[in-house]
């Protein structure tokens, strides 16, 4: 069965410090892991995908197998930064899609 | 492109009637996901559609729920006989190809007195 884990559903820094948002997951396969981000009064939307290695707004995820992790990390946070988020894993195969199965999601609070 | 519209933003019904939320996805696209939040929890996989064919429906309720996406408009996800355990965010997300990439719509918030 597949999971995601965001063991903090809260969490606060002030601006200019290091944020690490961490994601857990569970699958027997090789998955694809995202971060989807909401922002306030705004709709979901992909923030990244590991697949791509890129740097979405500062902030970049590396999909570790060992541990099986997916952190999202920022080295300096900003106020415009403040949002929900979440990761999703998508299953291997086919028969995959866009059937994802998210997280219960992490409220980023940046403090000036 | 205007993006995922989903109507009615907002739904109240009593318990026992019948709930419908409509989803137009973005231009072009032709995969349709309609996925649930219910109150402290993240987002649930209900069903993936494309044109005229339900592909997975294995997170859907095997009763009162069903779900269509026609050859014209948009597409509908239909809760029969509603009870207050189907309050929730239903949120609808397309993609152009079947990918993990979803664009979502901005949810149809469900409250069932």
């Known amino acids: 069965a597949q999971r995601v884990t965001q063991p903090e559903k809260l969490l606060s820094v002030f601006k200019g410090a290091p944020v690490e948002l961490k994601c857990n997951y569970s699958y027997s396969g090789s998955p694809e892991l995202f971060w989807y981000v909401q922002y306030s ?8 995908r590991h697949i791509s290695r890129e740097s979405i707004k500062g902030f970049t995820a590396d999909l570790n197998k060992g ?13 415009e930064d403040s949002a929900m988020y979440y990761c999703a894993l998508k299953g ?8 994802l199965t998210f997280g ?7 403090h000036p | 492109n205007a993006g995922v519209m989903q109507n009615p933003r ?3 019904r009593r318990r026992g009637q019948e709930a419908r939320l409509r989803c137009s996805p973005m231009k072009g696209h032709s995969h349709v996901y309609w996925y649930r939040q219910l109150p ?18 294995s997170g859907m309720p095997k009763e009162r729920f069903s779900a269509e996406f026609p050859k014209e408009g948009p597409s509908i996800l239909r809760i029969q006989q509603v009870v207050r355990g189907d309050s929730a965010a239903y949120f609808c997300a397309s993609s152009p190809q079947a990918t993990g990439e979803l664009f979502f719509g901005e949810g149809s918030r469900l409250t069932v007195l």
């Open chain 1, 92 to 99: 291997a195969g086919g028969t995959s899609y866009g059937k």
């Open chain 1, 67 to 79: 541990e099986t992790s997916f952190h999202l990390k920022k080295p300096f946070a900003q106020e």
């Open chain 1, 41 to 48: 009064r705004q709709r979901l939307q992909l923030l990244l």
């Open chain 2, 40 to 57: 402290e929890e993240g987002l649930k996989f209900m069903v993936y559609l494309q044109k005229e064919n339900i592909i997975d429906e």
């Open chain 1, 104 to 110: 219960q999601g992490t409220i980023l609070t940046v």
């Open chain 2, 10 to 12: 907002h739904l109240v």
